[in-house]
């Protein structure tokens, strides 16, 4: 299923002239991969980076350390700061999508339990838009679900 997605989002791209950015936290790199383990990825797939720490989403794609001390890592307002600081300065080419999330086993609280994941998505001349979503299971299951949502919802906004 991911790799279909993944195939679908790289035809996509390619037929529009498109690149595509990843910036990660709870995924760990797992959606580069999977955009990456497909034939014809270099052809769209421009960089990613995997911004586990709060200083690394600061210091790699500019998210204000304000605006995670007030939202919290996992929010609306830094996946959306994550998915706009990986396509600053780029020409209106460029796809980014933007993953940060609790995968477990701990680390959960009551507003943001286990599970909870943000995925960020920018298009070029679209509003950059963001998604919650809550996985239940394992944490390599919640990493599998973040990746396999955040290509689906990607592809819906192509």
């Known amino acids: 299923m ?25 995924t760990a790199g797992g959606l580069t991969a999977a955009i990456g383990s497909i034939n014809g990825a270099s052809d769209v797939l421009d960089r990613s980076w995997v911004t ?35 396509v600053s300065g780029c020409d209106n080419s460029t796809v980014a999508i933007s993953v940060s999330g609790i995968a477990g086993p701990g680390g959960g609280t009551t507003d943001k339990p286990v599970g909870t994941v943000w995925i ?27 990746v396999k949502t955040a290509l689906k919802e990607v592809l819906h906004r192509l």
Not at 81 to 86: S, T
Not at 120 to 145: L, M, N, W, Y
């Open 2 to 26: 991911i790799a279909n997605l993944a195939q679908q989002l790289i035809q996509q791209l390619r037929e529009k002239g498109w690149k595509i950015r990843c910036v990660e936290s709870c």
């Open 52 to 86: 586990y720490s709060n200083q690394a989403k600061h210091e790699e794609v500019g998210v204000p350390l304000e605006l995670i001390d007030s939202n919290g890592a996992v929010s609306e307002a830094v996946v959306i700061a994550m998915a706009k600081g990986a």
């Open 120 to 146: 960020g998505i920018s298009v070029p001349q679209k509003k950059t838009f963001a998604k919650r979503c809550i996985f239940d299971g394992t944490r390599e299951h919640i990493q599998q679900c973040a």
